[in-house]
């Protein structure tokens, strides 16, 4: 009977220390809820930010008073801004909806989170560089065609050099700009996420 007893001591043990391990793994996965609750919060806001901006820019041509050739040129730069914008918001929305649908309990699936959210952040960078370039263009056929003397004066006065060296500085501050703005959104819950992953597979 000691024997026995002391076997049934020795299992009790060895199931408590198991119990513990699994405790401490959830607890790192139930910690990783609140990154991932945080970015899915801002991507909902998100979503509502840049879809008020698409509003807003209908009205543009209107408080700027474009010329009819401008208003065609414009609108039709609208439209292809909406069709990248169109793409990232439904590649977005698939895996917002995807991400609800998933078990968080589990590593594999908080490191699908994980990469499919690094992915949707590069997606998001991209678009914002398309969408400053369409602009820069039609900021160029705007000087062209509403203020060709203002523009002729400009190019007369400035070389082509120093223009270039401002377009390529604008660009690089918007990219500075993106890249922070991308981090305070997403990045620095992304890095959280992936703390946690990085401990479950240490252990």
Same mark, same amino acid.
């Given at each position: 009977?000691?024997?026995?007893?002391?076997?049934?001591?020795?299992?009790?043990?060895?199931? #408590?220390?198991?119990?513990?391990?699994?405790?401490?793994?959830?607890?790192?996965?139930?910690?990783?809820?609140?990154?991932?609750?945080?970015?899915?919060?801002?991507?909902?806001?998100?979503?509502?930010?840049?879809?008020?901006?698409?509003?807003?820019?209908?009205?543009?041509?209107?408080?700027?008073?474009?010329?009819?050739? /401008?208003n065609q040129l414009y609108?039709?730069?609208?439209?292809?801004?909406?069709?990248?914008?169109?793409?990232?918001?439904?590649?977005?929305?698939?895996?917002? !909806?995807?991400?609800?649908?998933?078990?968080?309990?589990?590593?594999?699936?908080?490191?699908?989170?994980?990469?499919?959210? !690094?992915?949707?952040?590069? /997606? $998001?960078?991209? /678009?914002?560089?398309?969408? =400053?370039?369409?602009?820069?263009?039609?900021?160029?056929?705007?000087?062209?065609?509403?203020?060709?003397?203002?523009?002729?004066?400009?190019? #007369?006065?400035?070389?082509? =050099? $120093?223009?270039?060296?401002?377009?390529?500085?604008?660009?690089?501050?918007?990219?500075?700009? #993106?890249?922070?703005?991308?981090?305070?959104?997403?990045? !620095?819950?992304?890095?959280?996420?992936?703390? =946690?992953?990085?401990?479950?597979?240490?252990?």
């Amino acid at each position: 009977m000691v024997m026995n007893f002391d076997d049934l001591k020795k299992e009790w043990n060895a199931e #408590t220390t198991e119990g513990s391990n699994i405790s401490s793994d959830m607890l790192k996965i139930k910690q990783s809820h609140t990154p991932i609750d945080k970015i899915r919060a801002k991507m909902k806001h998100e979503f509502f930010y840049q879809l008020a901006f698409l509003v807003f820019m209908v009205f543009i041509p209107f408080i700027a008073e474009f010329s009819v050739a /401008l208003n065609q040129l414009y609108f039709m730069t609208y439209a292809i801004i909406c069709g990248f914008t169109a793409y990232y918001f439904l590649k977005f929305y698939r895996f917002y !909806k995807n991400s609800y649908d998933m078990s968080m309990d589990t590593r594999k699936n908080i490191l699908w989170f994980y990469y499919e959210m !690094k992915l949707n952040i590069e /997606l $998001y960078k991209a /678009l914002t560089y398309i969408i =400053v370039f369409i602009i820069v263009g039609f900021m160029s056929a705007y000087l062209l065609i509403e203020k060709a003397t203002v523009f002729a004066k400009i190019l #007369t006065r400035l070389s082509i =050099v $120093y223009i270039l060296l401002n377009c390529f500085i604008t660009v690089l501050i918007i990219g500075l700009i #993106t890249e922070l703005w991308a981090w305070y959104c997403y990045g !620095k819950y992304l890095k959280q996420v992936k703390k =946690v992953v990085d401990e479950l597979d240490y252990e």
